[in-house]
């Protein structure tokens, strides 16, 4: 018998709750060890890791979803694993194997199968992997110890609204240098976004977007997303850029897109100044899933799309088509479905 627990699924926002069991495994001597389970969710960790004070790691995000007949299944945690060993190649912590990366997802997903929301709520399991550099340790220099941990929480919209328009503004802070991180899923990005993303919510918008650091002039990111937009003859654009995080979503809407939707899909520049190409605009990712962007405010001035109250018809078809793929009621392409 499933374990239960009181949790108001339809209600959950994109917080953190304490489950029963995460997964921690540790690297030292050049190995990885096997990983374990466990109920401790408080990390013992020396004051000198470079985590602390150099920014030593990384992490992911990815879903566990259960299907209309009671199954449970991951989207794409391969990409997943690919993508945190790149984050550790660049900021030299030793790599996961991905075979390794996915079984450990599992574990967790298993372990606290209870807090996996019902099909239908519109709820997830959030799976929250990482890396950190930890050890003692003093100069600018990798680690000598590694922790790779991950935890999981059930989680609803990470916008507010979920599926419902929400307005964006421009930021002239950037999140990413052009040879920087911006490609890495590394907490410094986040930590430099902390400012522009409550400056943008008291102004009333979402989030801020970030335009390309050189030139301030083309959107790069939509806060902890990536941005889409419809033209006006149907073709699926997404910015092409060295310093934005490849989102796992995107590349699976550029997917969708073509091979569902039959639009044609172009990754390249999207000038902040030629909005008016766009008859729909959103951002993506796991955790925003697909927020449809109701208007871009730019130096001083709004950009409505669509509308900014009503989803427009392409972006609503994209999201009804990963969702369901996502939730098992469309079919997936080959290789995107994990069962746990
Ligand atoms: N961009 C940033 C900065 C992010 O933090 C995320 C979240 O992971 C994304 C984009 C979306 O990526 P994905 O679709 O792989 O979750
Ligand atoms: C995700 O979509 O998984 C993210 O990492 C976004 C944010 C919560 C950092």
Redesign the pocket.
């Known amino acids: 018998m499933e374990k239960k627990v009181d949790i108001d699924w339809s209600n959950l926002s994109f917080g953190y709750m304490k489950t029963d069991f995460r997964y921690i495994s540790r690297w030292k001597d050049g190995k990885w060890d096997d990983g374990q389970l466990t109920e401790d969710n408080v990390l013992h960790i020396s004051e000198a890791s470079t985590a602390l004070h150099y920014g030593q790691q990384c992490f992911e995000?990815l879903k566990a979803y259960r299907t209309k007949d009671n199954k449970i299944q991951l989207f794409r945690p391969d990409e997943n694993g690919k993508r945190l060993n790149r984050s550790c190649e660049r900021v030299m912590m030793p790599e996961v194997p991905v075979e390794k990366f996915i079984d450990a997802c599992k574990q967790v997903v298993k372990a606290n199968e209870h807090f996996v929301p019902p099909y239908g709520s519109g709820a997830t399991l959030y799976l929250r992997p990482f890396v950190i550099g930890v050890g003692d340790n003093l100069g600018v220099k990798p680690a000598p110890e590694f922790i790779f941990a991950i935890f999981c929480v059930p989680v609803g919209p990470?916008f507010k609204g979920g599926m419902a328009p929400v307005n964006f503004t421009t930021t002239d802070f950037d999140r990413a240098a052009p040879m920087g991180t911006g490609k890495a899923k590394v907490g410094g990005n986040?930590a430099g976004s902390l400012r522009p993303h409550e400056a943008a919510v008291k102004k009333g918008f979402a989030d801020c977007i970030y335009l390309d650091p050189a030139t301030h002039t083309k959107i790069e990111e939509v806060g902890?997303?990536n941005f889409f937009g419809i033209t006006k003859d149907d073709k699926f654009i997404t910015p092409l850029s060295e310093s934005i995080l490849p989102s796992i979503t995107k590349y699976s809407l550029m997917h969708i897109a073509k091979e569902y939707l039959k639009l044609e899909v172009l990754e390249r520049d999207v000038l902040v100044d030629n909005l008016d190409e766009f008859k729909e605009a959103g951002a993506c990712?796991?955790?925003?899933v697909i927020t449809p962007i109701g208007g871009i405010e730019h130096q001083g001035n709004l950009h409505v799309f669509h509308s900014e109250t009503e989803v427009g018809p392409v972006t609503k078809k994209l999201y009804d088509t990963l969702y369901g793929i996502q939730f098992g009621d469309v079919k997936a392409p080959e290789g995107w479905i994990y069962e746990v």
């Open positions: 995000g990470y986040y902890a997303a990712g796991t955790a925003a």
